[in-house]
């Protein structure tokens, strides 16, 4: 029954009796966003910081996009919400959604920024991390892991896939839904809501964009909940549990 639950919630790593392969598997998609400044070494040897000029170049071609969709659709919030005074047909639902979309990308511009400027530390604290697991593993019980933590990484891997696909999806089939940016650059859309006759191109354009986008937010919110606050803080606590016991 135990093993049936563990399997229910963590699919992927319910038999794990570490964290480590959990973390590397979510760390290899992270890297392969280019949401964050880091890159895989050689060999999967470990993670180091974008040296090369097209890293650096494929970095911050995701990071503009990300940066100019964001400032787009708040001036789309600014003109047909903040500025409509009620003139425009959206419903309270509606603009609810617009304004979760605003914030949420608003919060992750941030910690997007953050993550560039504090790349080292960001390393420095994965790094860490991986060392101290390694070590308590080597001189305490190998049965240290918990379920919901396993079933946390699950859902994280499982959002970098799902979040581009489901905003991607938007993009392509509802164009000037928000958070899309077509509604402004390309499409004369009333509400910025409603069914549209667009293109076949300017669908796979805004749905591609829209894609990246929500690739660069699902990467940035997985490394700061799972690789800055939840890991670090499970591995302080599983070294006060083994070493300073």
């Not at 240290?144 to 699950?154: C, F, G, Q």
């Amino acid at each position: 029954m135990d093993n049936f639950l563990r399997k229910l919630a963590s699919p992927t790593f319910h038999s794990e009796t570490s964290y480590l392969p959990a973390m590397t598997s979510t760390t290899k998609w992270l890297v392969k966003s280019f949401a964050i400044p880091l890159i895989s070494e050689a060999r999967g040897q470990g993670y180091s910081i974008i040296k090369k000029k097209k890293h650096w170049a494929i970095y911050f071609c995701t990071a503009l996009i990300f940066f100019f969709h964001n400032l787009i659709y708040a001036f789309w919030f600014y003109e047909n919400i903040y500025k409509s005074n009620g003139t425009e047909s959206l419903q309270v639902w509606q603009k609810v959604i617009s304004f979760f979309f605003l914030s949420k990308h608003s919060m992750v511009v941030g910690i997007h920024l953050c993550i560039l400027f504090r790349r080292r530390e960001l390393l420095q604290v994965m790094k860490t991390c991986a060392w101290i697991e390694k070590k308590c593993r080597g001189v305490g019980p190998s049965n240290y892991t918990k379920i919901s933590i396993l079933s946390h990484l699950d859902a994280a891997k499982f959002s970098l896939f799902a979040v581009p696909i489901v905003l991607g999806t938007l993009g392509l089939f509802r164009p000037c839904m928000p958070p899309s940016i077509a509604n402004i650059l390309i499409l004369e859309c009333r509400d910025g809501w409603g069914d549209q006759e667009a293109a076949l191109w300017v669908r796979l354009i805004n749905g591609l964009l829209q894609g990246s986008v929500g690739l660069s937010v699902a990467a940035v919110i997985v490394t700061t909940i799972k690789r800055i606050f939840l890991y670090p803080a499970v591995m302080v606590e599983l070294w006060i549990k083994t070493i300073e016991r």
